[in-house]
């Protein structure tokens, strides 16, 4: 299957400050990449879509101003999580997918704790 | 909207037996995708089997194969031979076909493999 990279997978912050998360596709286009959100012992909560040069397509009740995604390459999307607080404390996945695919991959996922 | 059920919350297995985990979907589409993903205590989303809706055969990958019913729209996943490293969580989940389309996931059924 195809690869997709996250990088970092753990990180500890202040409150106030923002963490930035990248989410690599390592041998395919992704010309659509995904941001999740998971709690324990729940599913996947989907935060927003995302295509290559494109604005972020949030689901409802996601803050835009807080949750700055961008897909500047078919390659890499960001995630940025501004002014992190506790409530944020979460573990994000990224996922990717190709037009030529119709499978999702999905990154190992990036454990957020704030102080 | 699309919906995906997965019932069993828990299941248990012990170690080369067979085991089946149920999902059930409700779409008005025709044409769509369904998938089984693994997530193991790393977290990391594991494609397990891929089934296209206007296949007729049901899709199989050593030994994990789904009993695919569209009619019923049910896509169940039996694992054979069931081994210590199978021991997850699998969520089912549905796509309708389109490059805009995205995954929604079932609950989630946390899977028990025991000697």
């Known amino acids: 299957g195809a690869v997709v990279s996250q990088h970092p997978s753990w990180v500890i912050c202040k409150s106030g400050t923002s963490v930035k998360i990248e989410c690599r596709s390592l041998?395919?286009?992704?010309?659509?990449m995904f941001w999740y959100r998971q709690f324990p012992k729940q599913s996947l909560m989907l935060m927003a879509t995302?295509?290559?040069?494109?604005?972020?397509?949030?689901e409802q009740g996601v803050e835009k101003d807080k949750f700055l995604i961008n897909h500047a390459s078919l390659t890499l999307s960001t995630l940025t999580v501004t002014s992190a607080h506790p409530e944020d404390s979460s573990f994000y996945i990224c996922?990717?997918?190709?037009?030529?695919?119709?499978?999702?991959?999905f990154g190992p996922g990036t454990r957020l704790l704030v102080l | 909207a699309q919906t995906v059920t997965q019932s069993q919350p828990e299941m248990s297995v012990q170690e080369a037996e067979t085991v089946t985990l149920s999902c059930t979907y409700d779409t008005s589409e025709s044409d769509y995708y369904l998938f089984w993903y693994k997530q193991p205590p790393s977290r990391q989303m594991i494609l397990v089997i891929r089934q296209e809706a206007y296949k007729q055969q049901n899709a199989t990958e050593n030994r994990f194969s789904v009993n695919f019913q569209k009619a019923a729209k049910s896509f169940s996943l039996k694992i054979s031979d069931s081994q210590l490293g199978d021991a997850a969580m699998y969520f089912c989940a549905y796509r309708r076909s389109g490059t805009a389309s995205k995954l929604t996931f079932g609950t989630g059924t946390r899977l028990q493999v025991t000697l």
């Open positions: 041998d395919f286009q992704a010309t659509t």
């Open positions: 995302s295509n290559e040069g494109s604005k972020a397509t949030y």
């Open positions: 996922s990717a997918r190709s037009d030529r695919k119709e499978t999702q991959y």
